[in-house]
């Protein structure tokens, strides 16, 4: 199947932006995702399908093709260059949908752009597998067979770490961490350029003994090129009742912050 | 904080506080103005103005009456003199707005122009007639003249003319036959000129070494002394040092401001190398001095300097006075207009220092121009590589080869949003838009060339350019006025403004209208009749306003944005004035979104009648969601006008980004991405939007916060507060 045709829910596409991964960079936000945390301010990316804003009815989310995609990911090439920015797959979970991000990730990545993909890491190995796939070998390791010798080139993974109690874990996101923590060893382990992102919630995850237990972790992976503590905050508590939900109780107000 | 110490940290303290109280008496005494700050100051109340040359109208024209007034001016011009300042002199009055009816959107002007007048009022173009200065002196005829050369060079020149006239057949220098008698008296006017510049700077020497006296501190005392030993070593010599240097610089700038508000600089770090070297090898000059110095001249008013690009045979001129120079100007909290300039050869070490200092003082300076696309463009037009790099940023929105060029640039403007609103109202299908707007603009575009034509014919006699003659090379030896054959180069300037007005405009229509069929071409021709009122006229609005926008990337407005800069490019570039004069396009709206919004009534876009209209090339504040900068960098890349004049980019950064440790590269990378893509300029804000809210609720608050409006910078509580209103509603929502 040509990649261009692929198709994937995407409900937000930004340019220019100057977060999440290394220079100047175009978001394409992927619809879905299989956790619920609890400090979550994307609701609106929750669901896989598209929904509809109860307060204003505008539609949230509409099937695309990677190649309708790429189109508005190639106008900024220019930017990305001059930055050493490029394409961040976002959402909800990019790895949900993994045929649309693989293909989106390859396009890309095909045509010079390097690719950040930011993920919660809950997604089956053979996803990443098909991800890394995609990303050319750098040049150190093609032929020498040693390998994890150099990162791999252009392809980056933005990768949350929000718990290492695994109990605390299900109870923040619903879901367990053991897949989570097993894959980021893999990723590192075959050489993947790796920025670990923590999300700092008062109250929930922020005790010296989690950071501490994050940190300990990380030490050992050889990939990691930096981890960021993202602090948390409370902006998209309001979106949960545009979209008919319930926002999480049991968050810092935004006065706090 | 300024102390009672007497070095330089202390002394620039001191100085800028002066500065704000200054720009605070001023607001008092003249009210809030939507212009550059210009560094003047308010005269003692009791000094009187009593101009020798005035008629019983309160007008005067011709050279004779110009030097009269501007000697006695120079001659009686108060001596402001600060013990902590390096430089002599503060410039206090605008001779130029002295006639009576002055205007800023029209100048007085001495011959009748009326029969252009029906047409430029129906496509409010805003002619340039009797329009002065605007085009750029070459400081280096003064530096390696002085007072006394140039005076001796009037002299010689009047005795070649005298004799001519005595003895036809001798040949004046400079091909074009001059009229003998009026060069005579053009002449006899830029004596006049000099000698009260002369008088002028006596006069500050002798102020600073009576202030010395009084001074019982020895360490300003000395400074004062020196202040004076400058002032006087440049009544008639060239200057030797760069303390010298700075001070001609400073009493040039000082004496054309006050004779027409002249603002243009020059390539600064090229002009005072040579006298930064030899006082630097010869022990009689620290870096800390000069800085100083430096300090010193941009606060004493901030015309624009460029620093760094190639030249003329395309070497890098960045040079260590290049950084002195960006660090004074960092040092400056005011308002300052210093322009790098990018180029493949550069220095990217400056270039980056500058963008810290920018990200840093957020006061919107320095400025970055596009050497690839101004040289490529100028190349088009007709001229040499070697002159295309030559061609510098010393205005608003403009380039100038120094003392070669006369342009009228800035200063001639076709408003398109209302050439637009005429072809509209006479079109019945949306398939013939596009060609009345053609139409339309052509006949716009010939009823401009023919105000310049008008110009050029006569302003010689109403306004020559007296100060701004003696810098540029041709006019004092062919005894003819710059505005008048005495140039080597005319490239006449004509800026389209209200771009994403019109391109917004004819994309909703492609959308709504002609694709979608949301909207039949009458309905939404009575909406915009009536203002988009009623109930139906809310719901057309929306549904207008609702269409993809110029900017947003690959919408229909997008490429009629592109579609209208070709339609300029061929309607300007592509052709001369009736008399032959080349004329070149940009886009540019200056700071008169607001006069020339109030000249149109409702456009298709959406935007209500007497609304401002867009600012410059940029897209309308909300032209997508996420306003990305990217977006909007490649959007002003792709309406470039293309023969070597701007099409300027506005670029607000968000304190967000400019908190980001990585803030310098990224801001880096969307000035270098918007130039390969063919952008000319970027004029930067770096804004901090609860600081500008609050200043706008109480301008009292920060009478130190500067912004620069476009080209220029400004103090922010010396906007009026309609024009703050917009500076917030573009600076607010394209920031986030």
Avoid at chain 2, 206 to 221: K, L, Q
């Amino acid at each position: 199947m040509d990649g261009m045709a692929e198709r994937g829910v995407v409900f937000d596409i930004k340019r220019g932006v100057a977060k999440d991964g290394p220079g100047l960079r175009t978001s394409v936000f992927l619809k879905g995702c299989p956790l619920r945390c609890r400090w979550c301010h994307n609701p609106e990316s929750q669901e896989f399908e598209p929904e509809r804003a109860v307060t204003t009815g505008e539609l949230c989310g509409m099937e695309t093709t990677v190649g309708t995609v790429m189109e508005e990911v190639r106008r900024d090439k220019v930017f990305y260059a001059a930055s050493g920015g490029g394409l961040t797959i976002t959402g909800g979970e990019p790895l949900a949908q993994p045929a649309f991000t693989t293909a989106l990730a390859a396009a890309a990545l095909a045509e010079g752009i390097g690719v950040a993909i930011d993920t919660s890491g809950f997604a089956p190995w053979s996803v990443f597998e098909a991800v890394l796939a995609a990303a050319p070998l750098p040049a150190a390791k093609q032929g020498s067979g040693t390998a994890s010798a150099a990162p791999l080139a252009d392809l980056l993974f933005l990768y949350d770490l929000k718990c290492m109690d695994d109990a605390r874990h299900k109870e923040f996101t619903g879901v367990s961490n053991a897949r989570i923590l097993d894959n980021l060893r893999r990723l590192d382990k075959v050489g993947a350029r790796i920025w670990i992102r923590c999300p700092v919630v008062p109250g929930l995850n922020d005790s010296d003994t989690d950071l501490a237990a994050i940190r300990a972790f990380v030490a050992p992976l050889r990939h990691v090129e930096r981890v960021d503590w993202l602090p948390y905050h409370p902006l998209g508590l309001e979106k949960y009742a545009t979209f008919g939900k319930t926002a999480p109780s049991g968050l810092p107000s935004p006065q706090r912050t | 904080m300024a102390t009672d110490e007497f070095n330089y940290p202390a002394r620039m303290a001191r100085l800028t506080a002066r500065k704000i109280e200054q720009t605070k008496a001023k607001l008092a005494a003249l009210g809030t103005r939507d212009e550059d700050d210009y560094g003047l100051v308010l005269p003692p109340a009791s000094f009187q103005v009593e101009l020798p040359a005035r008629d019983a109208t309160g007008q005067w024209s011709g050279p004779r009456a110009w030097a009269a007034n501007f000697r006695w001016l120079m001659e009686n011009h108060p001596c402001y003199i600060d013990p902590d300042d390096a430089i002599a002199g503060r410039w206090m009055f605008m001779l130029s707005r002295m006639r009576l009816g002055y205007q800023l959107s029209r100048s007085n002007f001495a011959f009748d122009y009326s029969h252009l007048e029906p047409e430029q009022k129906k496509y409010d173009i805003t002619p340039g007639i009797g329009k002065d200065a605007h085009f750029a002196p070459d400081y280096q005829i003064g530096l390696d003249l002085g007072w006394g050369g140039l005076l001796a060079k009037v002299r010689e020149a009047r005795l070649r003319f005298a004799r001519e006239r005595e003895a036809p057949g001798v040949e004046a220098q400079g091909a074009a036959p001059a009229d003998s008698a009026y060069a005579l008296e053009l002449l006899d006017s830029e004596e006049q000129a000099i000698l009260g510049v002369q008088a002028w700077i006596r006069h500050l020497a002798a102020a600073a070494d009576d202030r010395a006296m009084s001074e019982d501190d020895p360490a300003r005392r000395a400074n004062l002394e020196e202040t004076a030993r400058t002032c006087y070593a440049i009544v008639d010599a060239p200057p030797r040092t760069f303390r010298e240097a700075v001070q001609w610089i400073a009493v040039f700038n000082m004496a054309s401001r006050t004779y027409n508000r002249d603002g243009a600089g020059g390539q600064l770090d090229e002009l005072l190398r040579p006298y930064y070297e030899r006082d630097r090898a010869a022990g009689i000059l620290t870096d800390e001095d000069a800085e100083f110095l430096v300090f010193c001249l941009l606060l004493n008013d901030p015309h624009y300097y460029q620093i760094g690009g190639p030249d003329a045979d395309g070497r890098d001129q960045t040079s260590p006075l290049s950084y002195l120079i960006l660090e004074a100007a960092g040092k400056l909290k005011a308002s300052c207009n210093l322009t790098i300039r990018v180029w493949d050869g550069m220095d990217r070490r400056l270039f980056r220092r500058g963008v810290e200092i920018l990200l840093a003082n957020r006061q919107g300076c320095p400025r970055f121009s596009g050497d690839k696309a101004l040289v490529e463009g100028f190349m088009r037009s007709g001229y040499s590589a070697e002159l295309a790099r030559r061609r510098i940023a010393v205005g608003c929105n403009w380039m100038s080869l120094p003392g070669l060029e006369y342009t009228l640039n800035d200063v001639v403007k076709i408003n398109v949003a209302k050439v637009f609103e005429v072809a509209f109202a006479e079109t019945e299908r949306p398939e013939d838009l596009e060609k009345n707007y053609v139409r339309h603009f052509r006949a716009a575009v010939d009823v401009t060339a023919r105000g310049i034509d008008f110009h050029l014919a006569h302003q010689y006699l109403n306004e020559p350019e007296l100060m701004l003659n003696l810098l540029s090379h041709g006019p004092i030896e062919k005894g003819m006025d710059v505005s008048h054959g005495g140039a080597t180069y005319y490239n006449m300037a004509i800026d389209g403004a209200g771009l994403a007005v019109v391109a917004d405009s004819f994309g909703a229509i492609e959308e709504r209208v002609v694709k979608e069929k949301a909207l039949s071409f009458a309905a939404l021709k009575a909406a915009v009749a009536a203002n988009f009122e009623g109930e139906e006229g809310a719901r057309i609005r929306a549904l207008v306003q609702g269409a993809g926008r110029y900017g947003a990337g690959g919408t229909a407005a997008d490429r009629w944005a592109v579609r209208l800069t070709e339609i300029l490019r061929a309607e300007v570039a592509g052709r001369t004035t009736p008399d032959g004069f080349k004329l070149i396009p940009g886009w540019f709206s200056w700071a008169d979104t607001i006069r020339f919004g109030k000249a149109v009534g409702a456009t298709p876009n959406g935007r209500l009648a007497g609304e401002p209209i867009s600012h410059g090339a940029n897209p309308l504040p909300g032209f997508r969601k996420d306003g990305a900068l990217t977006a909007m960098a490649a959007a002003i890349a792709s309406v470039q006008p293309g023969y070597g004049n701007t099409a300027p980019w506005q670029l607000e950064v968000d304190i967000g980004l400019a908190n980001d440790p990585d803030a310098a590269e990224k801001v880096m990378a969307l000035i270098e991405g918007h130039f390969a893509l063919g952008g000319t300029l970027v004029n930067i804000n770096v804004v901090d939007a609860k600081k500008i809210l609050e200043a706008h609720r109480d301008p009292s608050k920060y009478p130190d916060l500067v912004v620069r409006v476009t080209g220029f910078t400004a103090y922010f509580n010396s906007l009026s507060p309609a024009f703050r209103q917009l500076v917030v509603d573009r600076l607010i929502r394209e920031a986030v």
